[in-house]
Nanobody, 112 residues
Framework: QVQLVESGGGLVQAGGSLRLSCVVS???????MAWYRQAPGKQRELVAL???????SYAMSVKGRFTMSNDNAKKTVYLQMNSLKPEDTAVYYC???????WGQGTQVTVSS
C-alpha cells in the first residue's frame, strides 16, 4: 500500500520560511513528484514538480522563492519555502505526479 505523509506546515509571519517534507512508503519508487496547494474557496493548484532525475519546475507565483528537492534513498521530497507571503496560505499536498496517490495535506498559514 502506497502512503504519502506530509509534515512541516505551520504558522509563520510574512517573509519567513518553512520546509515541507513528504515521505513515500510502499513498494514504489518516488518517480516524478509534485506539491500542490489549495486555498479556501480556490481550486487546487500545482506549485512545484520534480522529475526522477531531479529536474524541477515551478508555478510563476512561487518561482525564485520555493525550491523542491528529493532524496531518493529516503523516498522523501521537500519543499523549501522562503519569503513567504500571506497569499501562500493554503493546505499543501504531496502527490506522486500523474497518479491518485496523495498525502493528507499540511496547513501553511502566513500572517501579515
Amino acid at each position: 500500500q502506497v502512503q504519502l505523509v506530509e509534515s512541516g506546515g505551520g504558522l509563520v509571519q510574512a517573509g519567513g520560511s518553512l520546509r515541507l517534507s513528504c515521505v513515500v512508503s510502499g513498494s514504489v519508487t518516488i518517480n516524478a513528484m509534485a506539491w500542490y496547494r489549495q486555498a479556501p474557496g480556490k481550486q487546487r493548484e500545482l506549485v512545484a514538480l520534480i522529475s526522477s532525475d531531479g529536474g524541477t519546475s515551478y508555478a510563476m507565483s512561487v518561482k525564485g522563492r520555493f525550491t523542491m528537492s528529493n532524496d531518493n534513498a529516503k523516498k522523501t521530497v521537500y519543499l523549501q519555502m522562503n519569503s513567504l507571503k500571506p497569499e501562500d496560505t493554503a493546505v499543501y499536498y504531496c502527490n506522486r505526479f500523474g497518479t491518485h496517490y496523495w498525502g493528507q495535506g499540511t496547513q501553511v498559514t502566513v500572517s501579515s
